[in-house]
C-alpha cells in the first residue's frame, strides 16, 4: 500500500506513503565548531547581563523548549510566542513560527537581540568574547578572524545539528519493525492519514515544510498575525509554519500561543478548526497514541560544558 488516496472537501488527493520519513541517524558536522556552539548555547554570557542563555528556555533534558506559555528573558521580561523545540530545527524549511529566519544560522541572531530574551547586541557581544580568555583562543583556533556575529552563528547552528532525536517507534516502524507501535498507534497513524492531517504535516520532522492559515473552518481568536507581519499581504493573515510534531508528547503546552496544555486538546482542536472534522473520542485516543510514537532518543552530548 504505497499510495493512499484522501478525500477532503470533495476533493480527491493520493499522496505516496513515503511524504513522512524517518529522521536520520546521523548527520555529520565540523566536531571543533559544534563544540563551540554548545558551549555557548549554555553559556548566559549571550545575554546583556549574563543571566540568559539559550539553554534557558531551550532545556535539552526536557523536550528543548521549557514548558511554559510564554518564555522569560533578562530581567523577568516575557515573551508572546511559545518556545518551539530545538530538537531537529535543522529540517525545517524555514526558523520560527512565522519563518521569518531562513535557516539556523540566521536565526540565531533573533535571541541574541530581542529585548524580551538575551537584550544583547552584537557589536558589544563581540567585544565580550574578544577579550575572554577562553573563547578568545577557541574561536581563533577554528576561525581565521576569531570571533564575529558571522562566527559565533555558525558555530551554534553547528551544534544544533546535533541535536536530532532519532529511532523512535514510529521511525523503526517505518523502516519495517511491525512490533515498535501497538496496534492502537497503527490504528491512529491510519486516522492521521486518512482524515487528512498528513496533508500539512508531513516530511521529516511531520512539519515544518510549509506555511498554513491556523484556523481554515472556524476562526481561532489568533492575536498573532504570522506570516502577515512579513508579507503584509492580506491573505498572510493568521497564516504561520506548520509545526513539527517530532517529540510533540514533550513539548507542551501546544500552538503558537501555547493555549492547549494537553495533546488531547490540541488534536481535537486540529480536526475542527483545520479538517472541519468531528471524531470519535477513540479516532482521538488513537491518533494521540500515535503521536506519542514520535519520540526518538535524545543525542548523547547534551549536558552542560562544565
Ligand atoms: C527567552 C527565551 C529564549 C531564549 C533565551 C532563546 N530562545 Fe530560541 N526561541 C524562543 C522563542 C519564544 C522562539 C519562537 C519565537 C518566534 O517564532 O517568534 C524561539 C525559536 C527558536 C528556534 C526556531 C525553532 C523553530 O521551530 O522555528 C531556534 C532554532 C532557537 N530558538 C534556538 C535558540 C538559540 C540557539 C538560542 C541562544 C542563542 C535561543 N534560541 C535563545 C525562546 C528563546
Ligand atoms: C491545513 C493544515 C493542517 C492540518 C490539516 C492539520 N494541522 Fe496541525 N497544525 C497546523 C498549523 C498551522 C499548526 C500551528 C498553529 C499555530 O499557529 O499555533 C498546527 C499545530 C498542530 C499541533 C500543535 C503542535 C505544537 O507544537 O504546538 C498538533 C499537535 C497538531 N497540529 C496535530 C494535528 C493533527 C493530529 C491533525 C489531524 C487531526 C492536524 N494537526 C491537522 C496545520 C494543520
Known amino acids: 500500500m504505497r499510495w493512499f488516496t484522501l478525500y477532503i472537501a470533495g476533493i480527491v488527493i493520493t499522496l505516496h506513503a513515503s511524504v513522512i520519513k524517518p529522521i536520520p541517524t546521523e548527520i555529520k558536522v565540523d566536531i571543533r565548531k559544534a563544540e563551540l556552539g554548545k558551549r555557548l548555547f549554555f553559556d548566559p554570557i549571550l545575554s546583556k547581563d ?9 532545556d ?21 510566542m511559545n518556545t ?13 513560527w512565522d519563518g521569518r529566519a531562513k535557516d539556523l544560522k540566521e536565526q540565531v541572531t533573533g535571541p541574541i537581540e530581542n529585548p524580551v530574551e538575551m537584550g544583547h547586541n552584537f557589536e558589544e557581544l563581540v567585544e565580550k568574547l574578544k577579550y575572554h580568555p577562553i573563547y578568545k583562543k ?24 546535533r541535536l536530532i532525536t532519532p529511532n ?6 517505518l523502516k519495517g519493525d511491525e512490533n515498535a507501535i501497538s496496534e492502537q498507534a497503527k490504528e491512529g497513524y491510519l486516522l492521521f492519514k486518512y482524515k487528512g492531517c498528513i496533508i500539512c504535516h508531513n516530511g521529516v520532522n511531520i512539519g ?4 498554513n492559515r491556523f484556523g481554515i473552518y472556524k476562526d481561532t481568536n489568533s492575536t498573532e498575525m504570522g506570516r502577515y507581519n512579513i508579507t503584509k499581504r492580506e491573505e498572510d493573515k493568521f497564516v504561520f509554519r506548520v509545526p513539527s510534531l517530532r517529540n510533540v508528547a514533550l513539548t507542551a503546552p501546544y500552538m503558537h500561543d501555547g493555549r492547549f496544555k494537553t495533546l488531547r486538546e ?22 494521540v497514541v500515535f503521536l506519542k ?11 552542560r560544558v562544565p
Not at 168 to 173: E, K, L, V
Not at 293 to 303: A, Q
Open 208 to 211: 515544518g515544510n510549509l506555511y
Open 293 to 303: 510514537t514520535l519520540t526518538g532518543e535524545l543525542p548523547s552530548d547534551i549536558g
Open 266 to 287: 490540541a488534536v481535537v482542536f486540529m480536526t475542527q478548526y483545520q479538517l472541519g472534522r468531528y471524531m470519535e473520542e477513540e479516532e482521538i485516543d488513537a491518533i
Open 84 to 96: 518551539p523545540t530545538v530538537y531537529n530545527a535543522v529540517f525545517n524549511f524555514r526558523q520560527f
Open 50 to 58: 549574563n543571566t540568559v542563555s539559550c539553554a534557558t528556555c531551550h
Open 138 to 161: 577557541l574561536f581563533k583556533s577554528i576561525y581565521e578572524e576569531g570571533v564575529s556575529k558571522e562566527n559565533i552563528a555558525d558555530s551554534i547552528a553547528e551544534y544544533e545539528k
Open 168 to 173: 523512535s517507534p514510529f521511525d523503526r516502524y
Open 60 to 80: 535539552l533534558q526536557s523536550g528543548g523548549d521549557d514548558g511554559l506559555q510564554f518564555s522569560f528573558g533578562i530581567k523577568g521580561a516575557k515573551g508572546s
